[in-house]
């Protein structure tokens, strides 16, 4: 497959040897990164093309979860303009991007799928807590990307679709896991191959959306979700978010066991035993 953004030109590197960010690529890549204390902002940044996401943009998030500073406890996830994310770039289908088969044998393309998988599972790590505030279009590689944040807020002019199917594919970016946990395997087969769309209203009732909100409510929203989250002790929040995400795989005497483990070290560490 090869490697180029849509406008055909070599994709720049979003890290730099040094670890840095490279903040000229990441602009080039769609995205734009505010870190303030313990909250990073990442923020989609291509309104002209409703945030549609190429693989530099992918690429691009790993970057930002590989360099995300220590101290930072809770990552914002959020669209420039009118959508949170029309998806892929769809003048990637179009051999503009240089393709997606061009060349690769199917391990060629496992790891390059792989690769851009990278942009979206760190925001499970335990160290933070990622809220999507998601406002207007979330299709496909943007409604997965919503279901990689631990949280959503969503606007009440959202709207979700996993357009993938209609175009011949899987969705394929991490969302069909929490998709499965959050909505039930029948619904999930029920919005994946129909590719509908899921409005504001239906995304709360079937727990897609944590928080619902006006439209102008939703920076606001997300604004005292942070500084609820903030509240609380960090060392707590990194292990209850490992122990509750590691839940739905474990029975119920392994969760019992990774209960007490937890509770050891936070045993320690208020009470100093
Ligand atoms: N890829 C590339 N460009 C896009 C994309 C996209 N996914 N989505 C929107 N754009 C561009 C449009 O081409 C248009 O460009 P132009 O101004 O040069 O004509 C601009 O963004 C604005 O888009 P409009 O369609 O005019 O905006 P509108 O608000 O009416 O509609 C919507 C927004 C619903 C998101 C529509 O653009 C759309 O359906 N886009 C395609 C969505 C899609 O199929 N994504 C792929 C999903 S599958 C996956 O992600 C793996």
């Known amino acids: 497959m090869a490697d180029a953004n849509t406008d055909g030109r070599p994709e720049t ?18 995205l734009r990164l505010e870190v303030a204390g313990a909250v990073a902002t990442v923020t989609l940044d291509r309104p002209e093309r409703r945030n549609a996401m190429t ?9 930002i979860g ?23 770039d769809l003048g990637m289908f179009s051999g503009e991007g240089g393709g997606f088969t061009d060349g690769a044998d199917a391990e060629g393309t496992d790891r390059f799928i792989a690769e851009l998988q990278e942009g979206y599972t760190w925001l499970r790590r335990p160290e933070i807590v990622t809220v999507a505030a998601v406002h207007g279009h979330a299709i496909g590689a943007g409604f997965q990307l919503a279901l990689a944040c631990d949280i959503r807020v969503v606007a009440d002019d959202a709207e979700f679709c996993m357009k993938e199917p209609a175009l ?10 929490p ?17 509908r769309t899921v409005r504001a209203e239906e995304a709360a009732r079937i727990g897609l959306a944590e928080i619902t ?7 606001g929203a ?23 995400w590691q ?10 066991a990774a209960e007490r483990r937890e509770q050891i070290g936070r045993l320690r560490d208020v009470f100093g035993r």
Request: hydrophobic share 50%; aromatic share 2%; proline share 4%.
């Open 13 to 30: 590197a979003t890290d730099r040897a040094d670890g840095a960010l490279d903040e000229a690529a990441l602009k080039e890549a769609g």
């Open 55 to 63: 693989f530099a943009t992918w690429r691009g998030l790993a970057a």
């Open 66 to 88: 590989r360099s995300l500073p220590a101290d930072v406890r809770v990552v914002v996830l959020r669209g420039e303009g009118p959508s949170f994310s029309a998806g892929i």
């Open 168 to 177: 011949g594919l899987v969705p394929d970016l991490t969302g069909t896991k």
């Open 179 to 195: 998709l499965v946990e959050i909505v039930g395997i029948g619904r999930a087969l029920e919005l994946c191959l129909t590719a």
């Open 213 to 219: 909100v006006p439209r102008d409510g939703l920076d």
């Open 222 to 244: 997300v604004r005292d979700l942070v500084d609820a989250l903030l509240a609380v002790n960090a060392g707590a929040a990194v292990a209850t978010k490992r122990l509750l």
């Open 247 to 256: 839940a739905p795989g474990n029975s119920l005497d392994e969760q019992c």
